[in-house]
């Protein structure tokens, strides 16, 4: 019995081993390659919809150029290598600080400072400097000095001993944090508390006592405005005010013999600390963010290297809540609000109440009526909230302006104002702006019509070369008669100019225009003037008659008459009892805002905050537009055509509706290239500060040649057109060399107050300067084949719920403040896109707003450009309302909202008409950008996907096939094993052990 039991073991052990060297191998291999199926095919099929994001972060591109010409270079690099092109910039950086920081007190000449003196540099902030701001146009300044190596290479002695007590480990829990991509909350102060400074630390300064130099930081972001309720970010927290008490008890014992005060800040300190002077502060420079090597400036200007010649782009308040726009920079919820009635992300709205009254506008207005007694001004005493004015920055030595006079030139419908400046100083060399005002006429039409007029308005400016002592330079300032027209909304309903008296001065700042105004008014410090004015430095014209027709026609010969309505409560059909009261001077105390007005929701704002508003029954019919034609053209044979000529008819009919999805819905940092026409894609990036070489993948070696600007008020600050030009050049070719076609930016909204959490990357609080500056940059940009698309376009004034906020105000605020900064980049800059906001006018989203796309955008100024969406991150930032608006032509779309939505409408041949005119305005850029360098008559696109991917989809497809393959083989085997005489006989004995058991039972 026992041999029989062994024979059976051996028996099945046999068969087991027959069987599995059968089949064994692919049935393993099935489960291999099952795991390799049930991992990556799902991780390919997720990293495919995001392939534009992976492509950024980890390298690769979405084409290559077959039989491309190296001779087709369309634009070349202005420098004869990549490290003259850095080297550049980083002068450039440092120039554009020494021009644009301000000085804003120097009592007794405390600046600048001797040669090689001995400094403390106070704060946790000195050692954690603010070079720019954070998000999505946040910039690389890892290879920045530090102040103490700035200071030092200028000659300084830095107080070792504080600087590396501030730098100490322990110490480490105050430093302010980097900062994500996109900020969830303002920032918060992280000075040292006192008690934290050792005896040692404190007698270190003894030593270093020359100056004592505080550094206060701010830094805003993207994603969140800085706190302003129950915390003041903008004001000096209680470290910040015990450590200046300390340093000022220091001053007063004699350690110290000077403090020094850099604000290293984008948005506007609250700097009520220096109004009665607390803390004993002889100097106060502003420095903004400093970029790469702006730092080497602030040195070279304390040290008296430089001199100083920046001018104020926002009014610095001893209180910021002074500003009329605080009582409605809080989100409120629309009341009757409901989950089920309108989307989350249409729920809150804000009003921009004060109207035009932003920043200067409304103090030196009040101001005015104050000392005119006009306009029911009250007890305003501007001193109480102003302390340094718009335009404001003082110079080691004077000026003095003198001669000026003004020419009308009938031809150009512009003044051309002389102005003479003389250096009256006798030991400083050194250049000064001359800014130019005007003051329209407040009437009776006026009041009747609600349209408002600021005291003072930025028109004109100019800056002088560098002028010795006793040195003169007369400027010409040309200020083109359009600017100081005024929008009419309610009465004309379009740009009218007012019967009156119309003034115009050359000023140092904006308070020094008004003051200038009012003493050729006639009006002296008895009157309540805080300063006398120069009457001899301004110029009138007087217009007989109301004028509603001059500039009722925009450049671009277009009709101008009001777009926005909608988004103006008072002329808003579907207001219902909702209304608003604007801020006016013609009653100041009667209509300053206490706070946001309360909307209810009527049922049009419900049907028009829906996500999508398109619908095809509210067209006209149209016939159904050619697709995939074979016309044979491709985008090379468009190269320098005119927008309007016949032939892009030709190339349009060859497009494909998935291939014009792809081109319109896909375009998340890149443009998708076009199969049918042989269109190669796009690099696309951000670069408000300069072209965002930190969103490069790690393999792109271009990320080292991008130069990491200033802020872009520093660069506003130093009102200069020619540094702007430069600017604009590196940049340009910063993206020639990176490859980058289209630029997401400048950045062209308003710092309507000091605390939007993206100030950074906006020039000024006046939509004048902002655009005349920007139209230098854009300008130069675009000379190397870049397309810039400005952002964000438009009322992204503020970070809190950016996604889906609606705005309201009147069309005058909006045309003269807000769009004015897009405006002149257009007109001026030759300008041809932007990046749409999120924001709502009104209930309507940015891009689908036709008033603003195409009324204003597109036929007043002329635009025939690409403009892209935000990145979509809702769906009401939808396809068809964008594309219908005639705006919007292609889509930043992390997500793929538009590529899922846009297929639905292939059979609908009004929206496949918008989407093919879409197409048409990003082809004529992409065939007149670098994006065209290298495709010659006979070039051809390959299509390619990022390498990550090609990995990821190969393992994929081996796991797939593996699987079936071998899942194939593995039951054939098993099958044939089946026929085996191992099986048959291994059956057959099996068979019989059965039966003999049975016998044996």
């Known amino acids: 019995m026992g041999e029989n039991k062994k024979e059976v073991k051996a028996r099945k052990k046999a068969f087991r081993k027959a069987k599995h060297r059968a089949i064994r191998p692919w049935k393993g291999l099935s489960i291999v390659c099952a795991i390799l199926a049930v991992i990556f095919v799902p991780l390919y099929s997720l990293l495919n919809v995001f392939d534009n994001s992976l492509a950024i972060f980890v390298g690769g591109t979405f084409w290559k150029l077959k039989n491309e010409d190296q001779s087709a270079q369309y634009f070349t690099s202005d420098f004869e290598s990549a490290e003259d092109m850095v080297d550049y910039g980083l002068q450039l950086v440092q120039q554009v600080e020494a021009e644009g920081a301000a000085l804003l007190m120097n009592e007794n000449n405390a600046l600048p400072l001797a040669e090689g003196a001995n400094v403390s540099l106070f704060s946790n902030s000195s050692v954690n400097l603010v070079y720019g701001g954070t998000g999505s146009g946040n910039i690389d300044a890892s290879t920045a000095d530090t102040l103490k190596t700035a200071m030092e290479k200028t000659g300084f002695n830095v107080n070792e001993t504080l600087w590396n007590f501030y730098e100490s480990e322990e110490m480490g829990m105050y430093k302010r944090g980097s900062g994500g991509t996109i900020a969830t909350a303002s920032a918060v102060v992280t000075e040292v508390p006192w008690n934290e400074y050792t005896d040692e630390v404190k007698d270190s300064v003894s030593s270093y006592g020359d100056a004592a130099i505080v550094t206060l930081s701010r830094v805003g972001g993207e994603g969140a405005d800085l706190a302003y309720g129950d915390v003041n970010y903008l004001a000096l927290d209680d470290n910040e005010k015990e450590m200046l008490s300390n340093v000022a008890a220091m001053k007063a014992d004699g350690t110290v013999s000077k403090i020094i005060v850099l604000i290293n800040s984008a948005n506007a300190l609250q700097v009520d600390f220096l109004k009665d002077n607390t803390y004993n502060v002889d100097a106060c420079l502003w420095i903004g963010d400093v970029g790469i090597t702006g730092i080497n400036a602030v040195a070279d200007i304390l040290a008296g290297n430089v001199n100083p010649s920046g001018s104020l782009v926002d009014t610095y308040c001893y209180d910021n809540m002074s500003s009329p726009a605080m009582a409605n920079f809080t989100p409120v919820t629309y009341e009757g609000y409901t989950e089920e009635l309108v989307p989350e992300k249409a729920k809150s709205y804000m009003v921009y109440q004060e109207g035009i009254y932003v920043g200067y506008k409304y103090y030196e207005t009040r101001y005015e009526d104050t000392v005119m007694g006009t306009g029911n001004a ?234 999508v508003q398109y619908d095809a029954a509210d067209y006209d019919t149209v016939e159904m537009p050619t697709l995939g034609a074979k016309n044979g053209l491709t985008l090379y044979d468009m190269i320098g055509k005119d927008y309007d000529d016949a032939d892009w008819d030709t190339l349009l009919d060859q497009l494909t509706y998935d291939e014009m999805v792809t081109l319109i819905g896909d375009s998340f940092h890149w443009t998708m290239p076009i199969k049918s026409i042989q269109a190669p894609g796009s690099r696309d990036e951000n670069g408000p500060q300069g072209l965002t070489a930190s969103l490069f993948g790690n393999t792109d070696k271009e990320k080292l040649t991008a130069t990491a600007f200033t802020s872009e008020d520093v660069m506003a600050a130093t009102f200069n057109t020619d540094i702007m030009t430069e600017i604009g050049k590196v940049i340009g070719n910063n993206c020639l060399s990176a490859g980058v076609a289209i630029l997401y930016g400048p950045g062209n909204n308003i710092h309507r107050n000091p605390y939007g959490g993206r100030n950074f990357e906006y020039y000024s609080e006046d939509g004048f300067l902002s655009g005349k500056m920007s139209a230098y940059e854009v300008a130069a940009i675009q000379e190397k084949g870049v397309h810039v698309v400005m952002k964000h376009f438009a009322l992204n004034d503020c970070e809190q719920d950016r996604i889906g906020l609606g705005v309201w105000l009147s069309e005058q605020a909006a045309r003269e403040v807000y769009l004015k900064a897009f405006q002149d980049v257009f007109e001026e800059g030759n300008a041809n896109g932007t990046m749409v906001a999120y924001t709502r006018w009104g209930c309507i989203w940015s891009g689908g707003n036709k008033g603003l796309m195409t009324g204003i955008m597109r036929n007043e100024w002329g635009s025939n450009g690409l403009t892209i969406t935000d990145n979509v991150l809702n769906p009401y930032v939808n396809g068809p309302d964008g594309v219908m608006a005639g705006g919007v032509t292609t889509y930043d779309a992390m997500m793929p909202y538009v590529t899922k939505e846009l297929p639905a409408y292939k059979n609908d041949p009004v929206m496949v008409t918008a989407m093919r005119e879409a197409c048409h305005h990003d082809l004529y850029v992409l065939a007149n950008s670098v994006a065209m360098n290298g495709v010659g008559e006979n070039t051809t696109i390959k299509f390619v996907q990022p390498k990550l991917l090609v990995i990821l989809k190969t393992i994929a497809t081996i796991g797939v096939v593996g699987f079936i393959l071998s899942l194939v083989m593995f039951i054939l085997k098993k099958r044939k094993f089946k026929k085996s005489e191992e099986y048959t006989s291994y059956m057959a004995w099996k068979k019989e052990l059965k039966q003999n058991k049975q016998n044996k039972q």
């Open 378 to 611: 009250g007890s305003y005493v501007y001193s109480d909230d102003v302390a340094f004015p718009f335009g404001y920055g003082l110079s080691y030595t004077d000026f003095e302006y003198s001669d000026m006079t003004g020419v009308y030139d009938a031809a150009t419908d512009s003044y051309n104002f002389n102005v003479t400046v003389t250096n009256t100083g006798d030991t400083y060399s050194g250049k000064e702006t001359v800014q130019i005002y005007a003051q329209s006429p407040y009437t009776e039409y006026d009041k009747e019509n609600s349209v408002e007029k600021s005291a003072v308005q930025l028109c004109g400016f100019g800056k002088t070369d560098i002028l010795a002592p006793g040195e003169s330079q007369t400027l010409t300032i040309n200020v083109d008669r359009a600017d100081i027209a005024s929008y009419d909304a309610y009465g004309a309903g379009t740009y009218i100019l007012d019967a009156g008296d119309y003034y115009f001065t050359a000023a140092t700042d904006a308070h020094n225009a008004v003051n200038n105004i009012l003493a050729a008014k006639g009006f002296t410090t008895e009157n309540g003037m805080d300063a006398e004015g120069n009457a001899e430095l301004t110029f009138q014209w007087t217009n007989d008659t109301l004028d509603t027709t001059t500039y009722a026609v925009s450049k671009s010969g277009a009709e101008v008459t009001n777009q926005l309505s909608d988004s103006d409560m008072n002329l808003y059909e579907g207001a219902g009892d909702n209304s608003v009261t604007y801020l006016s001077r013609n009653d100041w105390e009667g209509t300053f805002p206490a706070e946001s007005p309360v909307f209810a929701l009527t049922d049009t704002m419900i049907d028009d905050l829906q996500v």
